[in-house]
């Protein structure tokens, strides 16, 4: 273990050298860890990004934000993956770096000039997005006003079935939309217009109101739409937070599409995240201490957990990794503590895990491929960049609070 963490510590996931367990009970067993380790299951990956590419009808841009590691991208591209939604000059280059072959979409609407100029000139970024005439003429002036632009309007919407809204920070209101398609309709090739329902959103029926606003704003605008990018907010699976099928949200977004005329000409865009990787990632974590039903972890929110630690509808599935012998088969609520001194590092809950657990055990937390390993800090000096390959698939159990307990092997 000592070598794979000397050759680790650089950048996470900028090795390709990670080594391989047939599961997080093998893993436990060989190395001991006493610091987080990440563990890809690569399969899902594969998995999850061919139900987006061979079900929805347009181009699935990745969200790079969601996880950036260099190994989880290479999977996705080999599953198919060609276009990358970028909302940083940071993911330009890694993208641009990975994948010359790639497209990216600049999706961030408040972009600094700096990062314009470079994406545009530097990486061939051509399609860019914004909420606001300011950022058009940005882009105008930083691109020499060049035409073969694809610029993207953003449209604000209400939070609706979504756990949490993305439309507090960005997006323009319809009425104020028809004015800026218009002006953004004269200084691009292609005109898009997208939107956001939300992180997590557990119902179609969101991107069917949301396809119906849009289709509106363009019929008063009164502009060709080239594009038309349905966003992300496609859900995972948590505990007692199971959405419907991944293919109630195709059909509904494909149905309330051709319902609209306006839509005839235009192409489709969608940009998973969390969707495409939350269920490829767990981490492996060591109880420091137990003070009844408290436990001390060392990873917290200001690693792995922030989501776990910043909302209450966020539970994570979990199960005990005890390589020495059986964990008692009753279950009782935890809560969790991180290793950094600030007593915000607390995860309520509650997770469900053996009665008797106890310092030295170890705990696998999974679905997070999503919005995990990218979150982390340095506060306190608690930091781990170790990832590793599993081969055996965990089967979570998500419908319950208080899951049976999963036979280890």
């Known amino acids: 273990m000592k070598q794979y963490i000397a050759r680790t510590q650089t950048a996470f996931g900028a090795t390709q050298q990670q080594p391989t367990f047939s599961s997080a009970h093998a893993l436990a067993a060989a190395w001991r860890p006493d610091l987080p380790v990440h563990l890809l299951y690569a399969d899902r990956l594969y998995t999850n990004a061919a139900k987006f590419l061979d079900n929805f009808n347009g181009e699935v841009l990745y969200a790079v934000k969601c996880n950036p590691d260099a190994t989880v991208l290479r999977h996705l591209y080999t599953a198919g993956v060609r276009h990358f939604d970028v909302a940083s000059i940071t993911e330009v280059r890694t993208i641009a770096s990975l994948f010359p072959d790639a497209t990216m979409a600049f999706m961030h609407p408040v972009k600094n000039r700096a990062a314009i100029r470079e994406a545009y000139f530097t990486h061939g970024v051509r399609t860019f997005v914004l909420d606001s005439y300011e950022e058009l003429l940005k882009i105008l002036e930083e691109t020499n006003a060049a035409r073969d632009l694809t610029l993207v309007v953003r449209l604000a919407m209400p939070k609706g079935a979504a756990v949490m809204s993305l439309s507090g920070k960005f997006g323009i209101v319809p009425a104020e939309a028809v004015r800026l398609l218009k002006k953004t309709r004269k200084g691009c090739v292609r005109l898009g217009l997208s939107f956001h329902v939300g992180s ?18 363009v019929m008063q605008a009164g502009v060709r739409l080239d594009v038309l990018d349905v966003g992300g907010g496609f859900p995972a699976a948590y505990p007692g937070m199971v959405p419907p099928p991944l293919g109630m949200f195709m059909d509904a977004i ?10 005839a000409q235009t192409k489709l865009w969608c940009e998973p995240g969390r969707a495409l990787v939350a269920d490829a990632g767990s981490v492996l974590v060591r109880v420091e201490l137990r003070k009844g039903d408290h436990l001390y972890l060392n990873d917290g929110v200001y690693g792995s957990l922030f989501d776990a630690g910043s909302t209450a509808d966020w539970r994570y599935p979990v199960r005990i990794i005890r390589p020495d012998g059986d964990a008692s088969g009753v279950l009782a609520p935890f809560s969790f503590y991180g290793p950094t001194c600030d007593s915000l590092d607390h995860m309520k809950g509650p997770f469900y895990l053996p009665s008797d657990i106890q310092e030295g055990d170890w705990i696998e937390i999974g679905q997070l491929g999503a919005y995990g390993a990218t979150m982390q800090t340095m506060f306190n000096g608690f930091h781990s960049n170790l990832l590793v390959h599993v081969t055996q698939l965990p089967s979570w159990p998500l419908a319950n609070q208080t899951p049976q307990m999963e036979t280890l092997s």
């Open 200 to 217: 997590q959103t557990m119902d179609p029926q969101a991107y069917v109101n949301a396809i119906n606003t849009a289709a509106d704003v």
């Open 254 to 263: 494909h149905t309330a599409v051709a319902a609209r005329k306006v839509f």
